[in-house]
């Protein structure tokens, strides 16, 4: 357990004789405004025996207060306190930490979860005896809450899946599916997998869910696949979610690639994903360029060719071979060009 955090748990300890199906963790910072929906929708959603672990980033607002009125009701909720603001990946890890159930998802904390995906997940991990199911999810959009069902590219990758390999996916026959939109819930792990292979988010501010969704999957090598949406991702041009922020923070896209980049050349079983991570990494940057204050686009830029530079000419030649519009636009950060 972190050293920063603390405990409350409810005195109503229940549930707490039952064995734990699964975990849902919750990163929470000023939250009041969203986490009663949230918290509703996982408690209508889920039938399998589950607990909810809400870590607190020092919020400042009542959400600790709304909070408590679930912990004198519901024996299956727990909060951490951590003592500093820390962000939302080093929240997930402290729950980790803490996580009884057989397996786990990490969720926002101003997202809804829909019913019975949760536990269909389940029912197929433990059918087919895999470690992590991946399920697609609905972005609800704008003031106006429209439905717009998933982003292009992600619909394209389990339209592939589904057409060619059903519901189970070996990731070594499609690298690219790990170019799926890197969302901390759209994943269920059996919680020791996550431990065995060490998986954390760290402490990232921005883009803290690449690395973990990249280590999951490659180490995951089988996946179960289901065509239904976990959550309702609530997502408003004008409101606060991380997508809108436009920051320096947005920099750190490039720490996580570069450690991701480490990760994948520390090992020759992930050779096979290096093509996939280049197509990744630069449809990352040129996606962040668009989405961060003009002083810092040089900056970026600059960064990205740091990184790309460790890159060995048997990767690039891999690239060349595979998406000559990749290896040409990887070359382009290389020298560092005014790509802006």
Known sequence: MNKDAMIDVNSNTSAASESVKISIIIPVYNAQNSIVATLDSILRAIKSTHEIILVDDCSTDNTISVIEGYLAQRGNIKLIRQEKNQGPGVARDVGLASASGEYTIFFDSDDFM????????????????????????????????????????????????????????????????????????????????????????????????IFPHWKILMNAERVAILNDAICNYMLCPEGSNVTNNKSQLRMQCVDAIAELYDYIKSDKRYDVYTTSFFLFSVNLIDWAKENIVIDFKSALVSKVSDVFLQSSYSDLQKVFHTNKYIHSKVCEYLVNKKVF
Request: net charge negative.
């Open 114 to 209: 829909l019913p019975n995906v949760a536990d269909n997940a389940i029912a197929k991990l433990e059918k087919e005896k895999l470690d992590v199911a991946v399920t697609q999810y609905n972005i609800v959009y704008g003031k106006a809450k429209e439905s717009i069902g998933m982003w292009e590219g992600d619909e394209k990758l389990f339209e592939e899946v589904r057409v060619k390999y059903g519901d189970i996916l070996s990731l070594q026959k499609l690298p690219d599916f790990l170019t799926l939109t890197n969302y901390p819930w759209n994943k269920i792990c059996r919680t020791r997998f996550l431990k065995d292979n060490d998986i954390k988010f760290g402490s990232l501010r921005l883009h803290e869910d």
